[in-house]
């Protein structure tokens, strides 16, 4: 990620609302993803004139903290790994977010990733807060049960601050369903009381809901074929690229091609995999289920061209749907894009710059906080089926989401049609109104 973020941001399409009209002290940092969740705030806060005790409320996390996780490795030598967990809004609910295991966790990092579930949640129209979490270290590098020990010091140590009424944590990035059955198993054992609501994205077994290890994809690929409707594109006749293959990539795949799109392309660590008749996903999916490492890395096919990782996001399709990391789609390769719409299945996969360069050459962006929202809106039917010991049928499941996420993608395109403003900007208006009048209607603690 190279883009200046000192540069200043619009996301309105007029640029007319970028903050610098609020007379509060903005704050200002050189993390690329805070500041970029400020300024998104910031400029929206603006252009809907929000009172500025509610900026000033609203730009700051109500809690972060940050724990040292010693932890004995395999060979026996002891190292001491850095944990975090930031509360940015209870306003709604409970906190609610994932914790990721990446070298480049930090405290400001999740910061700003915990303000973005607060938006995601507020537009999914669910009961929560926001919330984040993670560990700064290298999974690969890391054992099953050096990872095991690692989660459950990190569950002890944020134990005080997390519960089902208080902030729920998830999988994310790195983390899955052996992270929360660790985080849940120990957690439980410290309070000496089984407490399945404490976390989302367990297993099937253990509490877990049939749905969830899909419900993002398939949340994406929703927000995809509402977009090809919407303009007019049939699915049939549309191509696809989709750039990370994990869990959410993966399953978007799936979906979409199950539904008649064309998948050309899609990639992982181990780069680009391009053809242009079509990927066949269910084959993509089995070698990476096979794969020790879950990857795409010796996959092959009749017509399959072999590209890099950054050939595949400037390749020709209709609709490009960026689902690893944040910053995929930067200053230095927005301008060469040639997909028509780009679907955010990641966190912060598009900087600020890049939108700029793609609101000029006219791609519509779906955000991220919208098309990758189907995560955390199944969390919650997880959660509401943990409080009631009920347990409902993949398809009770997949039929309550697809709904949602069809109305909220809808609420965003309309509400951006009438107030004339990018998919992103009309969804933290709607988003940040939820939030702002809980705050109001609460009041503060004193
Ligand atoms: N990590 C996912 C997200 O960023 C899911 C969060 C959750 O389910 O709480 O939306």
């Known amino acids: 990620m190279t883009d200046d973020v000192s540069k200043k941001i619009s996301v309105g399409p007029s640029g007319k609302f970028d903050g610098s009209g609020l007379s509060v002290k903005k704050r200002t940092t ?5 500041a970029t969740a400020l300024e998104n705030f910031y400029g929206a806060a603006e252009e809907m004139g929000l009172d500025e005790g509610l900026v000033e409320i609203l730009s700051h996390a109500e809690r972060a903290i940050s724990v040292s996780l010693p932890i004995t490795m395999d060979d026996g030598s002891i190292r001491v790994f850095e944990g975090y967990r930031v509360q940015h809004s209870t306003a709604l609910g409970p906190a609610k977010g994932g914790l990721r295991f990446h070298p480049d966790v930090s405290l400001e990092e999740c910061e700003a990733l915990a303000s973005l579930m607060t938006w995601k949640c507020s537009l999914a129209g669910i009961p929560y807060g926001g919330g984040k979490g993670g560990i700064s270290c290298d999974p690969l590098e890391l054992s099953s049960n050096e ?3 690692l989660t459950r010091t990190f569950a002890a140590r944020i134990a005080p601050i997390v519960g089902e009424w208080e ?8 983390t899955g369903a052996p992270e929360m059955v660790w985080f849940m198993d120990t957690v439980s054992k410290l309070r ?4 399945p609501g404490i976390v989302t994205g367990k297993p099937i077994s253990i509490w877990g809901s049939k749905g969830r290890t899909a419900a993002t994809g398939l949340g994406v690929a929703t927000c995809i074929k ?17 750039q990370g293959f994990g869990n959410v990539g993966s399953y978007a795949a799936k979906f979409m091609s199950e539904a008649g799109a ?5 990639s992982d660590v181990t780069g680009g995999y391009y053809a242009p008749d079509g990927i066949d996903v269910a084959k993509a999916f089995d070698h990476i289920s096979n794969h020790p490492k879950k990857m795409l890395e010796g996959f092959s096919q009749a017509g399959l061209k072999h590209v890099s990782g950054e050939e595949i996001l400037e390749a020709e399709a209709d609709v490009l749907a960026p689902c690893a990391l944040e910053g995929a789609v930067n200053a230095s390769n927005a301008a060469k894009l040639k997909v028509k719409y780009i679907v955010e299945g990641a966190n912060g996969p598009v900087t600020p710059e890049a939108d700029e360069a793609l609101l000029s050459n006219g791609i519509k962006v779906v955000p991220d906080f919208l098309a990758n929202s189907g995560g955390v809106i199944g969390s919650y039917f997880e959660w509401v089926q943990n409080l009631a010991g009920y347990f409902w049928t993949e398809e009770e499941y997949n039929n309550r ?12 395109w309309n509400y951006a049609a009438t107030q004339d403003v990018v998919m992103r ?8 109104k939820r939030v702002a009048d809980a705050v109001k209607m609460r009041g503060l603690f004193l």
């Open 192 to 195: 000496g009381r089984f407490e």
């Open 30 to 34: 050189k993390n690329i993803l805070l």
């Open 167 to 174: 902030d729920v944590p998830a999988p994310d990035v790195n």
């Open 262 to 266: 064309k998948i050309v392309g899609i």
């Open 147 to 149: 990872k095991e020990r």
């Open 226 to 242: 509402e977009l090809l409707n919407a303009v007019k594109l049939d699915v049939n006749k549309s191509r696809i690229i989709i």
């Open 425 to 432: 900007r009309a969804a933290f208006l709607v988003a940040i």
């Open 401 to 412: 989401l697809v709904p949602i996420m069809k109305d909220n993608f809808h609420r965003v």
